[in-house]
């Protein structure tokens, strides 16, 4: 037979008629001892001790939810983008101005070219292009611009940030990041990843939300010393 007690502890145990008598009685109550007495006839205080566990260090550490996030993102880049090597084929075209405002053309180059791309199942570093038909324009008072035409055939293997694992790709550890948003394209869900180091943002990452692959991103560098921005780079997946 059992009880349980009031708020205050007391409790009232009723025997049947023939039990033997001073049975022993088991007291428990959570977060203490429990201890087996004798009941007499006459009333019983019973006092039980607190069962204290001593526990191993617990260290606490707040759930960063967007550097999870990137983590993730990195682990599923095999998965999301091609595992065997390809061959591109695209248009490029290049033009630099003497103003800002763009009304003053002093070069322009359009190429078409076969791009080399290896599997993305590790970081790449480099590629191979092949230049099929191209044409320059150069003003007369065009300087130095002339290697141009060099770096921007190469721009498909250059800004694969994905492919070479740049900066927060590579090591995240030494980003911070930001969930700053989180947008619809086609339907599906995007979350707008902002990456910064020293407080300075870097740039955005657009990752789909079904299945971590980046769609878009947005790269910044900035002179150093400076908050002067020198290069601006958005790349579409």
């Not at 007690?5 to 977060?31: A, H, M, T, W």
């Not at 759930?63 to 061959?87: F, G, W």
């Not at 694992?165 to 090591?171: E, H, I, N, Y």
């Not at 930001?178 to 979350?191: A, P, S």
């Amino acid at each position: 037979t059992g009880t349980i007690s009031n708020v205050d502890g007391n409790f009232q145990l009723l025997l049947p008629v023939g039990f033997p008598k001073n049975p022993i009685v088991i007291v428990s109550s959570i977060g203490y001892v429990s201890r087996e007495i004798i009941l007499t006839e006459n009333f019983n205080t019973i006092r039980l001790s607190e069962d204290v566990t001593n526990l191993g260090e617990v260290v606490v550490v707040p759930i960063d939810r967007a550097r999870l996030l990137m983590e993730e993102v990195i682990k599923k880049i095999p998965d999301n983008y091609p595992s065997t090597d390809e061959k591109h084929t695209g248009f490029y075209r290049e033009l630099a101005y003497w103003d800002s405002l763009r009304t003053q053309s002093v070069y322009a180059v359009e190429m078409v070219l076969d791009s080399y791309k290896k599997s993305y199942a590790k970081p790449v570093k480099t590629g191979k292009v092949k230049l099929l038909e191209g044409r320059r324009y150069e003003d007369e008072t065009l300087d130095s611009l002339k290697n141009r035409f060099y770096a921007g055939a190469h721009d498909a293997h250059n800004l694969d940030f994905v492919a070479k694992r740049t900066g927060p790709l590579s090591k995240p550890d030494k980003y911070d990041f930001q969930l700053v948003d989180t947008v619809k394209n086609n339907g599906k869900r995007i979350f707008e990843l902002e990456y910064k180091k020293k407080e300075k943002v870097l740039g955005k990452i657009f990752i789909e939300d079904s299945s971590l692959a980046i769609i878009r991103y947005k790269s910044l560098a900035f002179y150093p010393e400076s908050e002067r921005i020198y290069r601006y780079y958005t790349v579409d997946y």
